[in-house]
């Protein structure tokens, strides 16, 4: 798979992060798009729990990253009050790609100009996997290295998926 000149520079800005970082980390290639985390466990990357989507959120003070187990969904209510936030949705696809230069689905797990959030549910994990910013790649990278590059403020803001299902 040929990379764009614009995939090639994220992917080598994000190298560049991780190896300034001494991280430990791994990026895979895909012969296909992985833009879920039941693709990626589909794939054999992971169980679910390790998947770790990064979704970005759009509040009264800007933009935030936010990375979850593939197993949970966000609780806006816990974001809220952890954070003392009034407004709080998913950004826009359009608005995705203009914090990030990434699409939906492709979203890095590290994005250095927004403020990130960590769901403490990631911390347990030896390694989780996510987004590198550009379709076919995944990055594979140990929590305690994600949160210090990051910066990440770490606590709990996700619900299992299971509560969804049971809810209907």
């Known amino acids: 798979m040929e990379l764009h000149p614009e995939e090639l520079e994220l992917l080598g800005q994000l190298k560049q992060i991780l190896d300034q970082a001494r991280a430990n980390y791994e ?32 509040t009264e003070k800007g933009y935030l990253a936010a990375i979850i187990s593939g197993a949970t969904r966000l609780s806006f209510k816990k974001i809220k009050k952890s ?31 927004l403020p990130t959030i960590l769901d403490t549910r990631l911390e347990k994990f030896r390694t989780v ?7 076919y790649h995944t990055l594979r990278i140990s929590p305690i290295d994600l949160i210090s590059i990051t910066r990440a403020d770490v606590f709990d803001f996700s619900e299992p998926k299971e509560q969804e299902l049971t809810r209907k």
């Open 27 to 58: 990026i895979l290639t895909h012969p296909g798009a992985v833009l879920t985390a039941e693709e990626g466990v589909k794939r054999g990357i992971g169980d679910l729990a390790e998947m770790a989507p990064t979704l970005i959120l759009e």
């Open 83 to 113: 954070l003392g936030l009034k407004n709080i949705s998913l950004a826009s696809p359009d608005a995705v790609l203009r914090e990030t230069g990434a699409q939906v689905g492709s979203v890095s797990l590290v994005n250095p100009n």
């Open 129 to 135: 996997f996510g987004g590198c910013g550009i379709p």
